[in-house]
Structures are given as structure tokens and as C-alpha cells.
């Protein structure tokens, strides 16, 4: 015999395709941003994201990972990877306290370009953990590759939004 239950439905953040700080997304919809910092280290890429990357085009052999825990009005809604090439000086302490844009922004990084690649699928147990879900649960996944202004590679992210609590609005022009 199946259970019947109630169920809290919360209302979907809404993203516009942008290069934009989730951060900064979350305050403009009228909600309180927080982080938990799950990682923060310094190393080698592992092979999948040295080929996500291109590595080739990217002189730096160290680089930091930064993976958060994203919540808007203490909701979860993301989880973020971020790796960057060790010449920026981004500490542990500057993750905890700001945006990773807001942290490029101040060592004089002008962010001019993205590429993306938008997906779907379900969450593992440990992301629905996180992200206070039941199983199955889809999520939507982004990988990111953002550049600066003169061309040269600034971060590459693999971002895991709750589905059902995001969505990513675009326009398309003729």
C-alpha cells in the first residue's frame, strides 16, 4: 500500500544565462546568499577535467579547487566546483566570506567570456544528501569555462543545481 504524504513545494530560483556570480543572481531575486566551504586544496587537475579544460591552452601545473555548497534563504540549491590556476591568490578564508567572482574581481580579473554546456541527470546519494533531497532526485548540471578579457583561461567550474529548486531562462535572437 502506498504512503501518501505532504510535501513542501518551494518556489524555483530562476537564472538568466548570463556570466554572472550566483551570488549576486541570488540577492537580485530577493534572497539571503550563504556557502559552506566543503573543500578547498591545491594540486594536479585529475584527467577528466584536464580534458574538460584543454589543458594545452593553460600553462599553470598547480591549481585550486574550491567546492561549495551553495543555499538562497537557507535553501540548498547548488553545489560548485571551481578549479583556478594558482596565480590568482585566493585564500580559504576569501571563500568564506565572498563570492569567487567578487574574490577575481579584486585581484583585477575582468571576466569577458564563458563557454557552457548544459545537462541533465540524476543525483547521487551523497549530492541529494547535501542538497537536503529525497532519491531519485534530478539535478542539472553545468561545466564552465570562463576567460578573461585578453583571452587567457581564469576558472573552470562543474556546478550541480537541485532541479527542483533552479532553472536557467535564455534568449535567443535572430
Known amino acids: 500500500m502506498a504512503s501518501h504524504g505532504t510535501q513542501v513545494v518551494r ?11 550566483l551570488n549576486e543572481d541570488i540577492i537580485k531575486a530577493g534572497k539571503i546568499p550563504s ?8 594540486g594536479p587537475l585529475d584527467q577528466d577535467i584536464r580534458d574538460a579544460i584543454d589543458v ?31 596565480r590568482f591568490e585566493i ?3 576569501d ?9 577575481l574581481r ?14 541533465a541527470r ?14 531519485p532526485a534530478a539535478c542539472l548540471t553545468v561545466d564552465r569555462i ?5 583571452g587567457r583561461f581564469v576558472e573552470f567550474g562543474r556546478h550541480m543545481y537541485h532541479a527542483a529548486q533552479y532553472s536557467i531562462q535564455s534568449s535567443l535572437v535572430v
Not at 570562463?146 to 585578453?150: G, H, K
Open 56 to 86: 594545452a591552452a593553460v600553462s599553470e601545473s598547480e591549481f585550486i579547487k574550491i567546492r561549495r555548497l551553495r543555499l538562497a534563504d537557507d535553501v540548498p540549491l547548488a553545489i560548485l566546483t571551481n578549479y583556478l590556476p594558482t
Open 146 to 150: 570562463a576567460y578573461d578579457d585578453v
Open 11 to 21: 518556489s524555483q530560483f530562476r537564472r538568466t544565462e548570463a556570466l554572472s556570480s
Open 35 to 42: 556557502t559552506r566551504l566543503l573543500e578547498y586544496s591545491v
Open 122 to 135: 540524476l543525483m547521487t546519494d551523497d549530492e541529494a544528501e547535501l542538497l537536503d533531497a529525497e532519491t
Open 91 to 93: 585564500t580559504e578564508e
Open 95 to 103: 571563500m568564506q566570506s565572498k563570492s569567487l567572482y567578487a574574490c
Open 106 to 119: 579584486s585581484l583585477g580579473v575582468n571576466l569577458k567570456i564563458a563557454h557552457q554546456q548544459i545537462s
